[in-house]
């Protein structure tokens, strides 16, 4: 393969590659046959089998290694002179701060996940350094210039991803659809295996609406030994045993739900799964049809032996590493939950699926194109040399979109937008109105769910700004763990409360004011704890009590209301994951 040589830019500029995955590979590949001679690349994953029909710097070998050093080690067979420093960590560690990215000439990401995107768009904003964002979904992708106080950053306009919620008492009792059932797989690892966490409980939920009366006090009544400890106390005292876990879920649990008599009086009632019928369900073999059986749902006694052989891994790791994070890639933990939402599927005779079907499910996913991360990496190249030559006015936002438009181009470039005043991540003065009830919003529900989930935070440290400097969140570890259960309102956190947020690991603060609101939704179907605008609201004169819930609602009405321009709606449409061999949508 030749080099290209005779493109006028800085040749030995370092450059930052974050990711080694679909994207990254190719990203890679070109920067090395550009003529780049120092680079960096850092990617936590290892190689799976089936990256490798796409990740073309990967063989059958290096399964199980690390992408970021297999990459390295295979594009400097294309040039063996080129200088590369690989890492096999997490970016979000806080050994790449803001001093580590100021030696970059310009950062070119190929992440995969929002949690990664969002921390190094706050790290280049820290440290002043160019940074081009990227990402494909099937045959759409985008690139994008990312420059502080030029161009806006990648939280700018943000499409936050909705994640569908479905209630407690359909996942728990009544579940319909597989969705509901690979839903209730997922929430059982996480009471198994993961922190636990009260709202994805999987026992029958006598509080259902539809169980009330004679049948669900019945049910309460019957209630015995089991269903009344926690889920992780039952199975750790039962030392993990595989069978005792599918007797009680599939058997003793349905046998249970079949006692709220009021809830199949116009659905078709649950069979519990009977072990002893299922004669041989432990002499399946996962090996040798690998490819195909990922292909075709499982037979129940396939189903039985996975979720038994999956239960054994994922205990023996639980208990030498602590809690697990459910993750699609992870072959114990993705047969885990096909294995357990065909089997629940099967009791509620609903239609079983493929493990790659739930695998695309479980992640919201949809499969990647080659071609596309191929061509979305060679745009990330034509910018990257651009800022290089600091030749701004040519940087633009590259689409590229499934089908060709009326000139029959299928890349089209689109002016790149000034920071929005408003951002709470490149502003000045950051600052967001959060509307939640101060009531019933636990600090440790702050902490996890708006500032590090929705508002992209590492380690924050919150102010309370009352004159006093109380804190009621530290990132110092187990400082504060006493105020997690309190609510904010035990603090004199209310409505029009003011709150300093600092991450010390983004070199980033951010003015949270509260909103008061008792009634942010009344819909049972998609309940709202909280909801984010991109700027505080003003102050109002003193209003009548109910003037916190109207408030709040003016400020999500105006926050929900700015019009985009056909380039803005096409970028949120296209909400950009490259994900390896699948890609979140």
Not at 96 to 106: G, I, L, P, R, T
Not at 162 to 177: A, D, F, L
Not at 246 to 256: E, G, N, P, S
Not at 415 to 436: F, M, N
């Amino acid at each position: 393969m030749a080099l290209y040589t005779d493109i006028n830019f800085n040749k030995s500029a370092k450059i930052f590659v974050v990711g080694a995955g679909g994207i990254g590979c190719e990203l890679l590949k070109n920067l090395v046959l550009t003529g780049f001679t120092n680079l960096h690349v850092i990617d936590l994953d290892t190689i799976d089998v089936s990256n490798l029909n796409r990740q073309f710097l990967f063989q059958r070998i290096h399964v199980g290694q690390s992408k970021s050093m297999c990459a390295t080690n295979t594009v400097k067979l294309f040039n063996p002179d080129v200088n590369i420093t690989t890492y096999h960590e997490s970016v979000i560690s806080p050994k790449f701060n803001a001093e580590f990215f100021k030696q970059f000439a310009v950062v070119m990401n190929a992440l995969d996940n929002l949690a990664a995107r969002t921390h190094v768009n706050r790290m280049c904003l820290a440290a002043n350094v160019p940074l081009v964002e990227s990402g494909t979904g099937g045959y759409q992708g985008q690139v994008q210039v990312i420059k502080k106080g030029r161009y806006e950053c990648y939280e700018c306009n943000q499409k936050k991803s909705g994640v569908k919620s479905y209630p407690g008492c359909t996942i728990r009792n009544t579940p319909s659809e597989p969705i509901h059932c690979i839903v209730w797989g997922k929430h059982l690892f996480n009471q198994l295996f993961g922190e636990p966490d009260p709202d994805q409980d999987v026992s029958p939920d006598t509080a259902d609406p539809e169980a009330v009366a004679d049948a669900g006090a019945v049910a309460a009544a019957s209630e015995t030994e089991t269903t009344r400890k926690s889920t992780r106390q039952w199975v750790e005292d039962n030392e993990y045993n595989p069978d005792k876990i599918l007797h009680k879920m599939f058997h003793d649990d349905i046998k249970y739900l079949l006692t709220m008599d009021k809830l199949w009086k116009s659905r078709k009632p649950p069979v519990p799964l009977n072990l002893s019928e299922l004669q041989g369900a432990g002499e399946g073999s996962s090996n040798g049809t690998y490819a195909l059986k990922d292909q075709r749902p499982w037979s129940i006694q396939e189903c039985v032996h996975v979720f038994r052989e999956s239960v054994r891994s994922l205990s023996n790791e639980y208990k030498s590493s602590g809690y697990l994070t459910w993750d699609k890639d992870d072959k114990p933990a993705m047969d885990f939950v096909t294995a357990t939402a065909n089997i629940r599927a099967s009791i509620f005779s609903i239609e079983q699926k493929s493990r790659f079907d739930v695998k695309s499910m479980a992640g919201n996913i949809i499969p990647a194109i080659a071609t596309t991360n191929a061509i979305i990496a060679g745009q990330i190249v034509l910018e990257g040399m651009k800022i290089l030559r600091e030749d701004w006015a040519k940087c633009t936002m590259s689409i590229l979109q499934r089908r060709p438009t009326n000139r029959r181009k299928l890349i089209v470039p689109s002016p790149l937008e000034k920071p929005r005043e408003s951002c709470y991540a490149c502003a000045e003065k950051p600052e967001v109105t959060v509307s939640l009830n101060t009531e019933t919003m636990t600090v440790g529900g702050f902490e996890e769910k708006v500032l590090k989930k929705h508002l992209g935070m590492v380690a924050p440290d919150v102010e309370i700004e009352d004159g006093k400097g109380t804190i009621i969140i530290s990132s110092e570890e187990g400082e504060t763990t006493e105020n997690n259960e309190k609510t904010l309102s035990h603090f004199g956190v209310t409505n029009h409360t003011r709150l300093k947020c600092d991450d010390f690991l983004q070199e980033y603060e951010l003015v949270v004011t509260i909103l008061h609101n008792t009634v942010l939704s009344e819909s049972r179907e998609n309940p709202v704890e909280f909801t984010v605008s991109g700027s505080a609201a003003p102050a109002p004169a003193p209003l009548p009590a109910a003037s916190a819930v109207e408030t709040a609602k003016s400020v999500n009405e105006v926050s929900g209301s700015n019009s985009l321009t056909p380039r803005k709606r096409n970028r949120e449409e296209i909400e950009i994951e490259d994900n390896d061999d699948l890609v979140v949508l």
